[in-house]
């Protein structure tokens, strides 16, 4: 049987497409842009892969007609909350009118849980959502999901940053809010069963763990976990702007995701019971089992996906292909290269760049200059990489965005995301026993000039630095 999945580069599609790979299924994996797919899923014979811009009805062509079931796992493809819902009550609109042509049976959807009387902007968006997809010409089945926790979840990255940081926190009263966390081992066992189960269609569920804990309590949970001493004092008087300051200055998220987070977080996510449990077998485990899970996961280098690898976390407006190639004129450009003398090393060096391991040279200054990002409003260097020493297009890297790597052709093409008065690249190629690193800026006016210029001395140091230190010998 052949399954559409969409969003199949986001946190869940990547997750789930290995299990209904392994029950058997052929995938049909609905992209933006080919470039992110992942290798695994581009060398693998049972996965055919499509491009398809949501926004843009005329690319579902490329979707062939003989789909059983569909996955919509399509979510907010902008970071702004005056845009979002429109964009998705598109994206949704472009979705049913396509699939309604095919011979899809049921479609699949997650959402969150939005029973409360008064929701967020983000939960009405999910709420519609659904309400949109239902057809007569297919069934639907909807999960509706609380606080999702798993290695790389934003839920869990967002606590851990908090817990790992703050010993002593003074915190917004919504932490006192109550929710039911679920693991994203649970929320991929509902997905992954629900494929043709008739007594599902044309309804939806709540998913949710066996607790109900206050957002409080998760961190002063997670806290115990990792063997830490927390104290949390909750005010009332952080302001919601205040307190998605408070969330982007101290975790990995970008203050606009901070913002529609903290929206939610004063809502309570409490499931509604139902017998969805026993019709699946799923049995939910607790939120310590969740963290513990995820722990383990980081521990292995196993984590299958992140957050911060989604655009969400990104500054890109556009897809990975339009920045791969690097422009040559009206731009500025320092250009360093070095003989090596043992070209796998290097390789491996470039590849593990960045996160904890760092840019080899120059630290401090690097470092530096993730905390002025920090303060214009950017990302500076707070989500590191998903994984110590593989690299994927797509992936976030510091504040980079990974726009080519491929280890055999010895190429790596990095794109700024940083605040800047213009675009930047860096590229590393080996070739003839050479290692090649190329920094190119385009600026954007004259303010873009007056940078270059200003950061020309500190380039020299760092890029020369940076490049002796990937050419040296072990």
Request: with cysteine.
């Amino acid at each position: 049987m052949k399954i559409l999945v969409t969003g199949a580069t986001g946190y869940i599609g990547k997750r789930l497409i290995p299990l209904l790979l392994n029950d058997g299924y052929s995938i049909v994996c609905a992209v933006r842009d080919k470039n992110r797919a992942p290798k695994n899923f581009i060398n693998d014979k049972n996965i055919s892969i499509v491009e398809v811009d949501f926004l843009k009805p005329e690319t579902f062509k490329n979707i062939p007609k003989d789909i059983k079931t569909a996955y919509y796992l399509i979510h907010s493809m902008s970071n702004s909350s005056t845009e979002f819902h429109a964009l998705e009550e598109t994206c949704v609109q472009n979705f049913k009118n396509y699939i309604e042509t095919t011979s899809v049976e049921q479609v699949i959807y997650l959402s969150g849980i939005t029973n409360d009387t008064k929701l967020s902007k983000h939960l009405l968006s999910r709420k519609n959502v659904e309400n949109r997809l239902a057809s007569n010409n297919y069934a639907l089945t909807t999960f509706k999901a609380g606080i999702i926790v798993g290695s790389g979840s934003s839920s869990f990255e967002i606590i851990r940053d908090l817990v790992e940081k703050l010993p002593f926190m003074i915190t917004p009263k919504w932490l006192n809010t109550k929710t039911q966390p679920i693991a994203i081992r649970d929320v991929l066992a509902f997905l992954q069963r629900a494929i043709g189960k008739k007594e599902l269609y044309n309804k939806s569920f709540d998913i949710f763990g066996p607790e109900i804990l206050t957002y409080k309590q998760m961190l002063l949970e997670f806290a115990e976990i990792r063997g830490l001493k927390r104290h949390i004092i909750t005010i009332p008087l952080m302001t919601p702007k205040l307190s998605s300051y408070w969330l982007y200055f101290v975790t990995s998220t970008s203050y606009k995701l901070a913002a529609s987070l903290v929206n939610s977080m004063g809502i309570e996510i409490i499931g509604r019971p139902s017998n969805i449990y026993q019709m699946l077998k799923v049995k939910p485990i607790s939120y310590r089992e969740a963290v513990q899970n995820a722990f383990a996961k980081i521990e292995q280098n196993s984590i299958v996906s992140s957050w911060k690898d989604s655009f969400i976390s990104s500054a890109l407006k556009s897809d990975l292909h339009k920045h791969i190639n690097v422009p040559k004129y009206g731009c500025y450009t320092d250009k360093e290269q070095r003989t090596l003398k043992d070209e796998n090393y290097t390789l491996n060096k470039i590849w593990a760049i960045g996160g904890e391991n760092g840019w080899y040279y120059g630290t401090f200054l690097w470092k530096l200059r993730g905390y002025i990002d920090l303060l214009f409003g950017g990302i500076g260097l707070r989500r590191g990489r998903t994984h110590p020493t593989d690299l994927n297009n797509g992936d976030s890297l510091d504040f980079w965005r990974v726009i080519y790597a491929n280890k055999e052709a010895k190429k790596l093409l990095l794109y700024a995301e940083m605040k800047l008065p213009g675009e930047a690249w860096l590229e590393f190629k080996i070739e003839n026993n050479i290692l090649y690193q190329t920094a190119t800026f385009r600026p954007q006016g004259i303010a873009g000039r007056l940078y270059w210029h200003a950061v020309t001395p500190f380039h020299w140091f760092v890029f020369n630095g940076m490049i002796s230190a990937l050419a040296k010998s072990p």
